[in-house]
């Protein structure tokens, strides 16, 4: 199902203030696109800092608040942003698929390393994760919202051209909130072609799905990272 909004009625996250007025940034690194500040982190942008010099990659980590104070993890539903007006036509059941094996497989995989409880409280920390592709956050947007279905159909079949720019254009922005105060703990944006890990080509949907597999288990291990230090 395709959900069109504006970006002060996206979704009950109080972004409004948040979002007003931000304009793209140049992110550190030439390749790709501009990172634009979406106002999905609750996290103050400025807080961010590239986790080596030329890197796209931006984290903050909570100098107050360890994550490994945390004994249980909540999974947000996981959202693909996107410009309405851009060129290349998506289906909307291709990006509604994209959303849910995202969820699907991050809840697997982190779910190994975690105890997976289904609401934020006291001791949990709150994971929020976003594929953002925007040019300016006061665009009208189309917004995608994991429903926790099933994975990507295994198939041999093409990936749409436009999903495949979406995702060389597309930004992850994620972050760890406390389960009662929202207070970030820890955030970070990086370009989505860099996250998700791949040995060939992203051609098919079943291409997609081993990258988004791997992608799992790659960010299970960095919380899992996270979570153990000291």
């Known amino acids: 199902m395709r959900s069109r909004f504006i970006i002060g009625t996206l979704l009950p996250l109080a972004l409004v203030a948040a979002c007003a ?34 890197s796209a990659r931006r984290a903050y980590e909570n100098p107050n608040t360890s994550f490994s104070s945390y004994d249980k993890l909540y999974i947000n539903r ?22 849910d094996a995202l969820h699907a497989v991050a809840t697997r995989e982190i779910g190994k390393s975690f105890t997976l409880v289904d609401k934020p409280g006291p001791g949990v920390g709150r994971l929020r994760i976003a594929l953002v592709a925007i040019d300016d956050p006061d665009d009208r947007l189309d917004v995608y919202v994991s429903r926790g279905d099933a994975l990507l159909a295994e198939s041999d079949a093409p990936v749409p051209t436009g999903l495949r720019q979406f995702g060389r254009s597309a930004w992850v ?14 955030a970070v944006v990086d370009r989505v072609a860099d996250v998700i890990p791949r040995t060939k080509p992203i051609e098919s949907w079943l291409d997609l799905q081993l990258a988004f597999d791997a992608w799992a288990k790659q960010a299970a291990g960095r919380l899992a990272e996270l979570k153990n230090r000291r």
């Open 173 to 186: 922005e994620a972050e760890i909130l406390d389960g009662v105060t929202n207070e970030p703990i820890f």
């Open 21 to 54: 007025g931000r304009k793209p940034e140049p992110a550190p690194s030439a390749a790709g696109g501009e990172f634009v500040e979406s106002g999905f982190l609750t996290a103050d942008y400025s807080r961010l800092a590239p986790v080596k010099p030329g």
């Open 78 to 99: 996981i959202t693909v942003w996107r410009d309405q007006d851009q060129t290349e036509p998506i289906e909307s059941a291709d990006f509604q698929k994209v959303v």
